[in-house]
């Protein structure tokens, strides 16, 4: 009577140039490889593996994003094995909006070095609201609300534009597994975002520490 969970037979072919990086992926998501040869198109590699179903989820877009789109990934279910133990944390930290509002171009831009991005500019708002993922493995309160401040005395290039990537966008699938435990989806008829469980950052540093405590005991 052990727990059990579904495995799937996991087909991939993809350039040689990306091979590692697809293993490694799967590998964070308890997968294993059963076979790895070439591809009938040279230049390319073809690897089996087998991986939980849970840890499939939301990473056809990554293998996309890992292959520039050139990869080919099939899965079929294989059979119900035992748990293969929890999945290692497979995401850096959130970048966390301290303030309610609406987003700018101006603060989103002094944003953009510190991680990728989940908003644009013109989206409403609110303290522990996620609106993007840190370039490391903390989470970061961020202010992404602030206007940017206008003078009397206009300098030369004072009025340069600001130049955005494109943020990242979730399907609900995508959302799920890239949650932590302290987090949660808020799904609106309009809207899907991540936001944490707890909003007021004071409050959710108490639980934080309290959650390491417990962990010593």
């Known amino acids: 009577g052990g727990r059990l969970e579904p495995i799937e037979e996991v087909v991939v072919e993809v350039d040689d140039e990306f091979s ?10 308890k997968a294993i490889m059963l076979d790895m040869r070439p591809a009938a198109e040279g230049g390319r ?3 089996t593996l087998e991986c939980p179903t849970r840890g499939l989820l939301g990473y056809r877009s990554i ?3 890992d292959t520039k789109g ?6 079929a279910f294989k059979a119900y094995e035992p748990y293969k133990g929890d999945l290692e944390n497979i995401r850096k930290g959130v970048l966390v ?4 509002g609406m987003s700018t171009a101006y ?3 002094k944003l953009q070095p510190r991680g990728e991005l989940f908003v644009d500019p013109g989206v409403e708002v609110y303290p522990g609201m996620i609106i993007g993922e ?3 493995e903390n989470d970061l309160e961020v202010n992404c609300v602030e206007a940017k401040q206008l003078t009397n005395i206009r300098a030369a290039g004072a009025d340069e534009k600001v130049f955005l990537v494109p943020p990242r966008q979730f ?3 995508e959302m799920i597994p890239y949650m932590m435990p302290d987090e949660m989806v808020e799904v609106t008829p309009t809207t899907m975002r991540l936001r944490k469980q707890i909003l007021d950052p004071t409050l959710r540093k108490r639980g934080t520490k309290t959650l390491a405590g417990d962990r010593l005991l």
């Open 20 to 29: 590692g990086a697809v293993i490694n992926k799967l590998s964070e998501r």
């Open 45 to 47: 590699t073809r690897i």
């Open 63 to 65: 293998f996309f994003t």
């Open 70 to 75: 050139t990869g080919i990934l099939t899965r």
């Open 97 to 100: 909006s301290m303030r309610a």
């Open 107 to 109: 603060s989103l831009g």
């Open 134 to 136: 840190h370039s490391r």
């Open 171 to 173: 399907s609900l699938e």
